[in-house]
């Protein structure tokens, strides 16, 4: 495990030698416009990603190995068209226990455990007693829940696509919707509570874990808001005399999370918890994905061109 | 039981004295500009409904009855600005035995029986092993599933909403799918036929049952789409070894079934069998639709004024 | 000033008689079918509104009024189709005294003088000292303002349409941004919570005071958008060396903040306190909306029928 | 005419020397970065294009050729980008005779005759005198039609974008149609089938011939729709005593067959045989569409990735 | 004739006794609540409509008319729910000559001799041979076409729904195109004007004439805009060598001067003259209307309610 | 000054040696494949743009200069991949004195100065003292305004990009509402006329004056509708006794001239002289925009492709 004096992707500069283990996301063959065989390769860690080259394949250095392997690679740093390139002379897969997986994935920048425990701490306080079970059946001493809910992403690209991503976006909707409870009365707080808690749970199901973290054939096909909600649906069933109207409300509050039906929720919200729950998503989503190109833009404080989650062209704020 | 010389609601003429056992589908009190009560009254046969006033609630041939009491009333009909009107002059609640259920429904033109012959014979013809069982559970042998099959809507208004109404669409569908097959090679004829068979299974849930026909509280929150979806993916649990793929592919074509989302599928379909019963869908809907048009309308041959679910003036073909 | 022992529209029952001053909202005279003359009127307190008729409005004791006038009436209540109706036998207009006008004014729930206070302090802590001067010119010893801005409603009809309304909506969504502050440490908050409590400041101009807080012609024709950024603009102006980024990036915020130009700003949120002051003005409208709803049920606990504002069937959720 | 045993491009491998007859899709001069000039040629036969490069115009062995022209190529193939490419050192203008022109467009799977014998046989069935006699002006001993309509494609891209497409399009929605009327008695068949047959006589106005298969002037100006029925308007008008009526529904369902004004009907479906022929349009398009990208996927049976047409990701279904 | 001593329904005041012929537009019998009969009728002269009963239809003095029948009646006017209503005493169908049917019609308010003088003058000016011969089929010496041009309405409602509707837009629109061709030069001026002349001759044959004026059968069915263009092309062909390309743009300017396919075009504007026609009918008819409801306001110079074409709350401007 | 003798830019051919001045509207480092470093540069004149190298940035010959510099070049002509390319030898910043940058940068094809003066003369027509006064504070001897208005584009991209086409676009929307005016009486002129002099005013803001030509800080925040009636309106202030009801529809005028609240516009417009001015507006643009399309396709007769403002393929008409 190398992490300490690892070299990371970020700070390649032109003219550097590196030997180091990366995580190999993407291989093809290809030719030259000579005919010339040479290689495509895609190496990423937490950092950011790189494309390579391989120009000698059939060299004695080059090892096999395909995507998704950990590979050692030596080579050097080059700029080609503005973009950093690497071109790659020797390489090797590498084996488990010479590299830390957390250093090639992109990660939340939150500890990922104080996270988790703050969630757990503000969904104890759910009283009623149907819900306390049922958020007991996944946050409490569920050890291969919490590993796999603290690793997952909330997505494949935009918002909260890296390692803890999906914990850090329930904790911020659970937070919002616990602060709208103090702010408007009339919310019921276990049953939005409980729903913030579980209105991503599909998508554990929905995306495939790191490193690949792209969409399963059952995600492709179902989606998470339909996984998800049959999921709760069928902890529910196994919680003896849980009131089947409070059930109902439950699911259409995960069900209908996403607002409108063109952004693929069946139903509208219908009840006033799956409304506010829709804010708190949105809300969440956004921030976070306006802080995403906050961060991406570095210290450019001038117009960063038309961004597509937004409709427009977007800067920074004057601090 | 007297439906052979009952007197159907589609035959009251101004004038008329009726005596005979009608369904109170609504009630309730208001008061003249006089300040003298009077009640509101709708009564359903199979044939239609009329509008009813008790111009003397307390007199003393007004028993006591509620909306969904089949109830026999004596009164008088006459013209309120165009429309008839029944006069009630005495009413009591009639008991269970003096009528036959079926008279007070709106139902299908098409014999029950012999739509769901047809059904089970296409739908024997099903080779894949997982989806023969599948089908199996429902349509081999499940009385009461066959019997409550029958007798329910497909909707609360617009298209096939009477008795046998999910049977006859549901049966339509699954003709076309059938055709299709011939047509078009590629389309896997065992998943869409199934497909068909199940697609609004989920109304079931989403309606009550006849004669108050309205959705249910899960149906509002939940919706057919979801619901027929968790039913089939439920009874694909206790089959065993059910492809994972073809189960995934199977939930998919249901829940893809409305073709867009802001139709309420939550996913777009993404395989030939979920356009496929997507167009059938559709087809059955909209030509039921127009043939109940056309049948309302009578002998008036001319523009029949704005449809709105085919957003146009509509009018009969010339024959 | 009779509010102790006056009888409130929502107390009204079928049989009282009622003798007590309301004001008059609409007056229109009007002919029966038989050619007699009547009035109708429509009273209304903080409580409601009710129909009423003068059916004899020659009569001695029918004096001269009109619309907006306070007046003492005597009449009977009746039920006509379901809805209370008021009889008027007597009516003269009251002096300025006789009555207390916040009597008749829907108003806020809550204490108009203790929310003034809350928001005062939360805009208190505001830093940046060209915001601050801002904020003061407005929020810091201006009793006019002070004393119009708590009068004001937020709207005609729909969410925080009552006296108190700008006040209570303006408090709503300072208290969100602040909260998302702490949540989204990326948000500028001078800048957001000086954005969120002029964001309506334009309503002030828009909607004439009560009792009447409709339209103005300035209103129809520029609306609150450009009405309130304009203002603010103009206070701005006044403040020496005040930042040209900062004054374009508050405006912004405020132009920007129905979020989509088919609602009526002119620009899309291009700054993050942009979108999250969007995201605050949009959760308190919509839950604020939704809180009206719940309330006019009573305690209607089954579905209510279509709501236009969220788009849905909707109901009150279990407790 | 060599098609036996001609090398047609979809067989072509790195390495490959090519001599065989081509046409010419497109040529262009270029000129390198070095300022040396080459040639920019898209060669295609039914199985497919493949860019190619003269890399020496000016050599003895580059005679004159121009887009459109078949040609007699000699070359080499290479793989460039993981493409393949064909470097021409000689090509020749080829004569008529030395080629089979149906060797060099895409064409459809089907028997062509076999097709058109199937929609003479069920046009044959139209009992209606005057729809008869329309129906035999165009496929009764109209050689010449019979021909064009042969060979005419139904789209320039999209779906059913070869020799043939028309007719098999046709076919297809004819057959439907007819399907339709035995399911749904309420359709008048002659009507029906009549507009059926014609929905898209207007395409072969529309595009061009093959090999060029474009928009012609008429077709970007007026489209099929309107020239469709202006044609067939144009027909009736040639048959004494057609009913003036029965003139105006077929044109009609021509006219509105695309369901939508968004889709270039100027009519919405105003009768059940519009509505109709809308659905089984859409049917074999959507279809006929999936067909394509299945049969493109080759042996992918995983995603293929989004598709513009079904607004999707898109895979081929488990068999 | 008696127009010059008429009784105008605009001028209707309550109490008066009216003893005058008027055009019967609607008729249709009713009962009241007590099952008395009576007959609702709707007459209209030039300057409006009135609602009207008659309360004893089996009186002597009632003879046999129905609707679109010119009818001699005596009556009393009243004021009922604020709107005057006639109770007819006495009617009887009128005989041609007794009237004047230009009393009975909604007419433009500019004189149509001149405006069809205006109109021919500024075609007169086209300089295109092909266009020439073309305008004077009907422009020129045509009395048959001039007379039922001069006499027709632009629309059903909306805009330009009187006698000489079609005339008075058809010379405002090829005015505003005459003014735009001086103002761009790129414009061809015989192509736009003729287009222009042209781009409404569809509605002589979607609505039928005065005083019915209501669609007709091919209108629902076809539509102007379909029908008009292949009029126009019917003429094109009967002129010698008229060029192609130049009947294909003049065509497709009629086709497409909706401007959108959602308003009913088939095709988007593509050619200069296109988009230019599409301006002028678009400033022709939204001027007209904003016209009309200026005129219908009266004196009133407050707001006027939500208006549907302008979808907004429109009133008139300040002089 | 040296325009007299220049060479312009759409008079470039392969091979000829250049040795001019030329604006650089743009210059970026770059590497070639083999990590040689060169340099990509953007020239312009008013005739155009052309792709230039610099192959050995680190020459003798190769002096300091960045975008927005004018320079003088002396390179060669070449073709690459169908489009010229200049290889820069050698280059040096011009000095002010040396180039006229009228030369430089896209102007209007009239004369700024007959234009400006035909819109001072219609503006001069305007009779309301208040209007008066409003324009002569702009357009009567105030010669920066005047400098600064003759100078400005009014668009980035689209049409009217070019110096003086803030002006030429000003004047044919005049032009249009002055002949409009004419031909629709109900038109209040003075208002009109004004409104469509200022309604692009706030472009002076949004766009940097040429050669930038590009969105300022505010513009991107507030855009020109916002700026441009804020601007209006404080004018307005400075007028004594200026009626408010007319300033209200003034600036009514300027902000609803998008027509549609998705165009930018936060009012639609509610009066007819701000429905025509949206007329006008539209109308201008859209075809100074065809022409635009017609004189770059220079003499191609053909279809012209895809244009997105027309969403349709456009071609030039016969002549």
Known sequence: MRSSQMKFIENFKEGDRINDIYLCKHRQAA???????YENVILQDKTGTIDSKIWEPNSGGIEEFEAMDYVEVVGDVSNFQGALQLSIKRVRRAQEGEYNPQDYLPVSEKDVDEMYSELCQILGTVQNPYLEQLLAMYFENNEAFEKAFKFHSAAKAVHHGFVGGLLEHTLGVVKLCDFYCRQYPDLNRDLLLTAAAFHDIGKMKELSVFPENDYTDDGQLLGHIYMGTELVRASIRRIPN??????AELCHCILAHHGELEYGSPKKPALIEAVALTMADNTDAKLESFREVIKSAGDNNGWLGFNRIFDSNVR????
């Open 31 to 37: 030719v030259t416009k000579n005919g010339k065989p």
């Open 242 to 247: 849980f009131p089947k109207r409070l059930s």
């Open 316 to 319: 920074k704020t004057s601090r």
